[in-house]
């Protein structure tokens, strides 16, 4: 009995290795790009770009060759949902708090639970009244707000029975005694107030509170365009700036080191870079962040106002942070929705127990 000849591989159409090349080539872009934000970052004018542009769109190649290998070639389509996965995950930064949910919220005997929020309220504009009522249903204990010029009486009026202090445009509400440390003078960008720090009487003793707002990259990739880029001048206008917000973000890390001593250190507000930037890794990195510790989901808190290129009210970047030094233990954190300013506000609860009580007093336990 003869057998049968050997069945000869099935060819693949036109459509068919369309699909398969492009899918493949999307992937490997997709991974280039992922090592350009989170490996390159800042260090290259390409990798700043990347770093502060919208990332969902990348979602799209994905979503539409998915589509045509259902159509066309069925073997792309695991390729394609590995790209997707790439895109929602790492390149549009997704947080999942996987420890909190296994091991639940940490708890301690005789620990302090503190609330702080921190929001850019672009001087009370469009809609100040918003965020006031967003900011009340986290009954927050602590607020620091950035951008609040000359103040504003509906501000007054609702923090009437908290302490609050005015520096400049930084503003600090707690329902805690507090006191001002000293403001962060920088010199870069002809010399501004980057900052301030305070010291707040909390029941678990003094802590120290940064309030600060780092310049944007966004005065630099404006210096971008056709004409800049192919004579080198944009690109070296745009590396300058990152070189002065470098220096920058030194002198404020520098001004914090110096002001706290050793009590607990919280350093919240709009430090105008997301955590995968090589600038606020080098800077801020050793510091426990809120949202990646403790939140869910992506967390954009920048820009609520659109353009004719992008909605209102989805921001696509997360530049706005809460910070703390080990003596704490995020317990949760979460991103607000009201567009009542550019950026949405952020808040964070965190704990500080009786241990590191003891230690920050200097007392054996």
């Given at each position: ?20 090349g ?6 490997i ?6 090592y ?6 800042e ?10 542009a ?5 979602l799209?190649p ?16 695991g ?7 790439v ?8 947080s ?11 708890k301690?005997?005789n ?15 469009p ?37 609050t ?24 960008f ?19 509170l940064?309030n ?10 404006k ?5 800049t880029l ?16 470098y ?19 919280i ?16 800077h801020?990195?050793?510091?426990q ?5 403790a ?5 954009y808190?920048?820009?609520?106002k ?15 942070h ?44």
């Open positions: 009995m003869s057998s049968a000849p050997p069945t000869a591989p099935k060819r693949l159409t036109k459509a068919a290795k369309w699909v398969l492009l899918s493949c080539l999307n992937l872009a997709l991974c280039a790009i992922s350009l934000i989170y490996g390159v970052s260090t290259w004018w390409v990798g700043t770009v990347l770093t502060y919208p990332r969902a769109p990348y799209v994905a979503v539409v060759l998915l589509v045509a290998s259902v159509c066309w070639h069925r073997e792309s389509i390729i394609n949902l590995v790209s997707a996965a895109v929602l995950v790492p390149i549009m930064g997704l999942v708090p996987l420890e909190l949910w296994m091991n639940g919220p940490p301690s005997e620990a302090t639970s503190l609330t702080i929020l921190s929001c850019n309220v672009q001087s009370f504009e809609k100040f009244e918003k965020v006031l009522e967003e900011i009340a249903t986290f009954n927050p204990d602590i607020v620091a707000l950035q951008e609040a010029f000359r103040g504003d009486p509906r501000l007054d009026a609702y923090f009437r029975d908290w302490s202090l005015q520096h400049g445009h930084y503003w600090v509400g707690s329902r805690f005694p507090i006191k001002l440390i000293r403001d962060c003078e920088v010199e870069q002809g010399g501004r107030t980057a900052g301030m720090l305070v010291e707040i009487e909390t029941p678990a003793g003094p802590i120290v940064a600060i707002h780092q310049m944007t990259a966004r005065f630099g990739l210096e971008l365009n056709r004409k192919i004579n080198g001048d944009g690109t070296k206008e745009l590396e300058d700036f990152e070189g002065e917000r220096l920058e973000s030194i002198a404020i890390r520098q001004a914090v080191q110096e002001s706290r001593g050793e009590r607990p250190l350093v919240c507000g709009d430090f105008n870079t997301p955590a995968s930037s090589s600038l606020f890794q080098k801020w990195g050793d510091l962040s809120g949202f990646d510790i939140g869910f989901g992506y967390g808190t920048s820009p609520c659109g353009n004719r290129f992008w909605p209102d009210n989805q921001p696509w970047a997360r530049i706005d809460i910070l703390c030094s080990n003596d704490w233990t995020f317990q949760s954190c979460q991103i607000g929705e009201s567009d009542g300013s550019d950026h949405r506000l952020i808040v964070a609860h965190a704990l500080l127990s009786a241990k590191n009580r003891a230690a920050n007093r200097g007392i054996a336990d």
